[in-house]
Structure formats: structure tokens, C-alpha cells
Nanobody, 112 residues
Framework: QLQASGGGLVQPGGSLRLSCAAS????????MAWHRQSPGKERELVAI???????DYADSVKGRFTISRDNAKNTLYLQMNTLKPDDTAVYYC????????WGQGTQVTVYS
């Protein structure tokens, strides 16, 4: 029901925009979020947005990443700027209403 896209290869300092398209209205999700997981590490929350637009970010991405949602397009976004090698991970979109919904991951690789 959630389809993530937009990952790829980018050099440090570069930008990517991830998208997460839903098969149904995303307005039903109380919160939506992006998580990421690097090899050997636990999945971590990157950014979260509520259905009234309040946002929060992991300290490691504050000031560089921006989460947004377009209810008319049923799409969640993550604008990632000033990317660093430590941002390399598989990124997953997430939505929660009465239960959790996960999209498949999209790989982001930041390389020198």
C-alpha cells in the first residue's frame, strides 16, 4: 500500500528527494514517517509528520532533511540536502492509523 522511490547514488553534499506513494488516501494516517536502516544497525526514525502537520526529526538530520505530505496526491516526501556518507541506508516509509503500514525500502548511498 506504500511504495517508496527516489533513492540512488549521490556524492556528499548532494540532494535527493524520496517519495512514498499510497494506494489509498493518506489523510487516514495519524502519523507518517521515514525510517532508515544501515547494515549492522537497528532501524531508526528519521522524520515524522502528523496529520495536522507537526514535524520532528532525528538530531542527525535536523536542518538538512524536510518531511512533507501531500494529501491530495496521497504522497509522503523526504527532501534530503547536504547528504553525508552516514546517511547511507535503506529508507522506509511508514504510516500509522489503527495499525502500522510499512513501505518497501529504497536505497540511498552517499559516496565519495
Amino acid at each position: 500500500q506504500l511504495q517508496a522511490s527516489g533513492g540512488g547514488l549521490v556524492q556528499p553534499g548532494g540532494s535527493l528527494r524520496l517519495s512514498c506513494a499510497a494506494s489509498e488516501s493518506i489523510s487516514r494516517f495519524h502519523v507518517m514517517a521515514w525510517h532508515r536502516q544501515s547494515p549492522g544497525k537497528e532501524r531508526e526514525l528519521v522524520a515524522i509528520i502528523s496529520n495536522v502537520g507537526s514535524k520532528d526529526y532525528a538530531d542527525s538530520v535536523k536542518g538538512r532533511f524536510t518531511i512533507s505530505r501531500d494529501n491530495a496526491k496521497n504522497t509522503l516526501y523526504l527532501q534530503m540536502n547536504t547528504l553525508k556518507p552516514d546517511d547511507t541506508a535503506v529508507y522506509y516509509c511508514y504510516g500509522w492509523t489503527l495499525k502500522a503500514y510499512w513501505g518497501q525500502g529504497t536505497q540511498v548511498t552517499v559516496y565519495s
